[in-house]
């Protein structure tokens, strides 16, 4: 069998690798004999594949996060020691992906590792802000009233990412049942319709003649539709991960009518809001818009954001760089930071943006879908209807006859 571990020889330092053995306690014999004192033992997967489980199922949410944040501070603020309370928490955890690294976290910190440090191992699931927020915390020593506020911080995002998620809902049912009826219309009614309208001999129109011939391609190659679809989905979020794609799609979005407004809202809430906590934090302002620009989700406004931690760095305010970008930053926003800067206080005058911005955010959501809904049906009416309306008028003008 073979055996990951980590473990730490004399001196403290961490080292990793995979060893083979009758057994685990064979491992530990062979660990032990070269002095490394192990932190962490498993037998590495040799299950067949399709036992095994699926790692795009198994990430870890934004609300195993934010639960996890929650419970810990509780426990934290309880004087539950942190091994003990991160034992506790991966015990728990249903999660088997999350379950096992929160273990490993309790290994970590038990063989001395910092928090932070630990976190910091996994930052596929711990973003930069919250690795360095506990670092902040660490060095504080407010610990405790750091884990709560990322609690806060971590269900007011998934508050957010949750209603966005449910205006997206109906929308994207509305289109699955368009394709679905437009599906049904081009395999089973059309071509029964095309049969009785080929029988009369009649001169059809060219709107008839683009849907009939349109529906014996869609039944001949559907195949090949649906290997260009999946192809092209494919592609797609191949290329959405590249840098380019991701600069080339994040200035499209803010171009876009309704949604660029949206979105820009978004966007300005979390830079404001994660600025402010790091800099709250006790993190330097260089180092708080360094981290700021990487979570902040638009390649373009992180671009912004580093233009100005480099200005920061010379000397300049940011909000000196802010107002060169008056259709990415508001004139208001500007002058708020600019308040801010001058005043001391830019982590408080950060603060009362980000609720104004939530409240907005919110109320668009909700504009959104008192919009979308009546919009989406009476699509789906005319694409459906009209389809049926190419078809079925050579049959009223026979009828007219």
Do not use: C
Request: hydrophobic share 45%.
């Amino acid at each position: 069998m073979k055996f990951n571990y980590q473990a730490r020889d004399k001196s403290g330092k961490t080292q990793s690798g995979v060893i083979e053995s009758s057994s685990k306690e064979g491992a530990l014999q062979i660990l032990a004999g070269h002095n490394l004192f192990v932190t962490f033992l498993d037998a590495v997967e040799t299950r067949p594949l399709f036992e095994r489980n699926i790692a795009f199922f198994e990430r870890v949410s934004l609300r195993d996060i934010m639960m996890f944040s929650r419970q810990l501070s509780v426990m934290f603020v309880s004087r539950v020691p942190l091994v003990e309370a991160l034992q506790t928490l991966a015990s728990q955890t249903k999660s088997k992906s999350f379950k096992e690294k929160i273990f490993r976290l309790s290994e970590e910190v038990e063989g001395g590792t910092p928090f932070s440090s630990a976190l910091a191992k996994y930052p596929d699931v711990f973003s930069p802000f919250y690795i360095n927020m506990v670092k902040s915390g660490e060095a504080s020593g407010t610990l405790s009233d750091v884990l709560e506020y990322l609690a806060d911080h971590m269900e007011r995002e998934y508050h957010l990412v949750s209603k966005i998620r449910s205006a997206l809902v109906y929308p994207a049912f509305i289109v699955f049942l368009a394709f679905a009826v437009l599906s049904l219309l081009m395999f089973f009614v059309i071509p029964n319709l095309s049969r009785v309208l080929e029988q009369t001999g009649q001169e059809l129109p060219g709107i008839t003649k683009f849907v009939l011939t349109l529906a014996s391609l869609f039944r001949g190659f559907w195949w090949v539709f649906l290997l260009m679809a999946g192809g092209g989905i494919f592609f797609f979020f191949r290329w959405k991960k590249t840098p380019e794609g991701t600069e080339f799609l994040s200035r499209l979005y803010l171009k876009i009518p309704l949604l660029s407004s949206f979105l820009r809202m978004i966007y300005l809430s979390r830079f404001a809001e994660n600025l402010s906590t790091l800099i709250s934090g006790g993190i330097p302002i260089v180092q708080a818009l360094d981290i700021t620009s990487r979570i902040v989700g638009n390649a373009l406004y992180s671009e912004i954001i580093k233009e100005a931690k480099s200005e920061v760095q010379k000397g300049n305010q940011i909000s000196t760089v802010l107002q060169k970008y008056p259709a990415e930053f508001p004139p208001v926003f500007t002058q708020m930071v600019f308040v801010g800067e001058k005043s001391g206080t830019l982590d408080k005058t950060l603060s009362n943006v980000v609720s104004f911005y939530q409240k907005e955010v919110e109320r668009t959501v909700e504009a959104f879908l008192s919009i979308v809904e009546p919009a989406l049906i009476v699509f789906l009416g005319l694409v459906v209807g009209g389809l049926l309306a190419s078809v079925l008028l050579p049959l009223y003008q026979i009828g007219s006859l």
